[in-house]
């Protein structure tokens, strides 16, 4: 079976990003943008002023699993295991390269790996829902970094929890949705990564670890019955449709695939199809001249 087969319309898309980190305070290392927040407070928990909890969705008991030993083998070793068109997610940080296989992070219980790059904490992330592949520093606080774990879904992407102030984040954004993270924190810092085939990226990192498969190995714990997540239930108990179809974008579809890039803090999205038909778009993202090109042979979008 090859990546297109089980990944539909998933196959060839790219996603990449960048992010500004500034500092926020004494109570833990620079992880973040900013600071200021609008707040407002629903039934005793506070909440990001732009989050509409209509369309929030939270699971206390759905037993999600944490990894936090996440453990690796060797790009060869990963070869005779995936094949060669294997979609993985690939990371560069810290003087270290990883890939972790889309099909590791795609089941319901294993969306997020902490993880460490030379010593410093990583969440590795990823929504099969929206196909969006994240990656976050973890933010220390009080010498202890943050532990992140599947709590649910906003508008129909990933919601984490971190297990120090047990707040919301959103997957795509690194945003602080409600809890305490709230008013502490700004968002994520975001790290460049890359999906790309096994193939590939073993080809030009034969001393990277690939991420093994955790239902095979990696030490885990499950968030079942979290109490501090009742709360967030309480308080999306309120979700109907007709509410989340309020203020729907009807441009594109809803499961339509785009790539997205961020420069300096000016963001541009392309409709997949469109870019795949033209093969090589000349753009600017804010000042910045951008090249949105179609590789030949893998139809990987890629930009420069």
Known sequence: MNATTRWPHWGRALWIGMALCALWGTVAQATHEGTAQETYVAQGVTVHGEVDLSRLMVCADCGYTV????????????????????????VRHNGEAKAYPLETLAPVRFHIVN??????????????????????????????????????????????????????????????????????????????????????WAAANPDGAVYLDPTLSAPRRSNAAVPELRAYERIASGNNASSREAGRDGRLPEREIVVGITVVGQAKAYQESAVLAAGLLNDAVGEVPVLVVVDPVSSQIRFF
């Open 67 to 90: 990894v936090d030993d996440p453990q690796f083998e060797s790009p060869a070793q990963a070869q005779r295991r995936w094949p060669a068109d294997e979609l993985v997610l690939a």
């Open 115 to 200: 993880d460490t790059f030379g010593g410093a904490p990583v969440a590795v992330s990823f929504c099969p829902l929206c196909f969006s592949a994240v990656v976050f520093e973890r933010p220390v606080v009080d010498g202890r970094p943050l532990s992140f774990a599947t709590a649910g879904l906003y508008q129909r992407d990933l919601v984490m929890y971190d297990d120090v102030t047990f707040s919301l984040w959103q997957q795509f954004t690194g945003q602080p949705m409600a809890g305490p993270a709230v008013e502490r924190f700004g968002l994520l810092h975001r790290l460049p990564a890359d999906i790309v085939p096994l193939a590939d």
